[in-house]
């Protein structure tokens, strides 16, 4: 168990993923992911912090001036920090059935440019769904239906990239939003700042 990567940046934002090394039971699985964050915490602020949460679930630490994002996976730990911007990260391992999630969180326009081979349409499905729970977590909209209210635009996997994506609000407002992902070791990593 250990740092797996770290990147911080100019701008006082960073990004850390923790690494798992040991597979736990269920309850176990718990406290390794309170203990892990708390551990990227300790990295990144040199000091032990208080991590607490507000009523819709989203994390917040109310002795450092940042927004933060956390995600997990059996196998890793993300977390996201930016001290002005809002922010959101997600991490899911390749290995999950993404085409469950086709056909309740993914809009006809963005099926469209879906391939039709089946581990392409895989990974796309696994990037639209992070790039979906990334927009979610960094902005906690109540109630929000993935398939209407995020919108990706067309892309290619890769390894890496940018995506492009629209969150629209039950107010009529609509946000553009930038995000870039990654794949590391079997996992999608994509995350956004806004």
Not at 28 to 48: C, M, N, P, T, Y
Request: aromatic share 10%; net charge neutral.
């Amino acid at each position: 168990m250990g740092l797996y990567y770290l990147e911080k940046n100019r701008d006082e934002s960073a990004l850390a993923i923790w690494e798992q090394q040991e597979p736990l039971l269920r309850k176990e699985k718990r406290e390794q992911e309170r203990r892990s964050v708390h551990s990227l915490l300790r990295i990144l602020f040199g000091a032990d912090q208080v991590l607490d949460h507000r009523s819709n679930g989203q994390p917040f630490l109310p002795h450092q001036p940042v927004h933060i994002s956390i995600a997990h996976t059996y196998r890793f730990t993300a977390l996201l920090i930016h001290p002005q911007k809002q922010v959101g990260v997600d991490i899911e391992c390749l290995e999950r059935d993404f085409f469950a999630v086709e056909q309740r969180a993914i809009s006809e326009r963005e099926r469209v440019f879906l391939s039709p081979d089946r581990v392409q349409r895989g990974l796309q499905l696994g990037i639209l769904w992070s790039a979906k729970e990334a927009i979610f977590k960094c902005l906690s909209p109540e109630g929000v239906d993935f398939a209407r209210q995020i919108l990706v635009e067309p892309f290619i996997s890769d390894k890496s990239g940018n995506l492009n994506a629209h969150f629209f609000g039950k107010n009529g407002c609509e946000i553009s939003l930038f995000l870039k992902y990654r794949i590391i070791d079997n996992h999608i990593l994509v995350y956004v700042f806004i």
